[in-house]
T-cell receptor, first 112, second 115 residues
Framework: DAGVTQSPTHLIKTRGQQVTLRCSPK?????VSWYQQALGQGPQFIFQ???????QRGNFPDRFSGHQFPNYSSELNVNALLLGDSALYLC???????????FGSGTRLTVV | AQKVTQAQTEISVVEKEDVTLDCVYE???????LFWYKQPPSGELVFLIR??????QNEISGRYSWNFQKSTSSFNFTITASQVVDSAVYFC????????????FGEGTQLTVNP
């Protein structure tokens, strides 16, 4: 049974560019959450999607946006990249309103 | 607002020693969930335990044990007879029922177990 799959694993972008990260949830899970983890810090909640809509959002600017597809997979988009956006981006899936989260291995984004 | 504090940034022990990782949380909700995750160098967060606010029973799973005390808002994690493979960053996290299922993490504790 595949867990949460994220792609790509590593990414290097230039300041000002845009990036799209992808996540496939664990089989049977319909809710996807995204977290940003800066080096040496705990993960910070970005937003959560289920039924193809953003349901909750953390304290992140509008440059961060997302999408959920009918097959429950999700994308995280970041526009106008800043150096401070360099981080590990983690995707977590769960059943709707459930508290059993499964995390992926993350995408490490470096902005230069 | 919910908050999780892990005061120990780094802990270093010798193999077979017992080690306790501290976690203190803040919440105004009466219904909440507490978690511990392990993050090895690969980056993936590995789920260890979930405890709801109405269940203060301590739990033991092999070499791992958890002590939940609502009176002190603490949810501490003890590893007995530590092993080198236990070396990782450990995160405590909180989820309030009122805020949906979003997790608030502490800053993590880097545990190094030396042979």
């Amino acid at each position: 049974d595949a867990g949460v799959t994220q792609s790509p694993t590593h990414l290097i972008k230039t300041r000002g560019q845009q990036v799209t990260l992808r996540c496939s949830p664990k089989s049977g899970h319909d809710t996807v959450s995204w977290y940003q983890q800066a080096l040496g810090q705990g993960p910070q909640f970005i937003f959560q999607y289920y039924e193809e809509e953003e349901r909750q959002r953390g304290n992140f600017p509008d440059r961060f946006s997302g999408h959920q597809f009918p097959n429950y997979s999700s994308e995280l988009n970041v526009n106008a990249l800043l150096l401070g956006d360099s981080a590990l981006y983690l995707c977590a899936s769960s059943e709707r309103r459930g508290y059993g989260y499964t995390f992926g291995s993350g995408t490490r984004l470096t902005v230069v | 607002a919910q908050k999780v504090t892990q005061a120990q940034t780094e802990i270093s022990v010798v193999e077979k020693e017992d080690v306790t990782l501290d976690c203190v949380y803040e919440t105004r909700d009466t219904t909440y969930y507490l978690f511990w995750y392990k993050q090895p160098p690969s980056g993936e967060l590995v789920f260890l335990i979930r405890r709801n606010s109405f269940d203060e029973q301590n739990e033991i799973s092999g070499r791992y044990s958890w002590n939940f005390q609502k009176s002190t808002s603490s949810f501490n994690f003890t590893i007995t007879a530590s092993q080198v493979v236990d070396s990782a960053v450990y995160f405590c996290a909180l989820s309030e029922a009122a805020s949906g299922s979003r997790l608030t993490f502490g800053e993590g504790t880097q545990l190094t177990v030396n042979p």
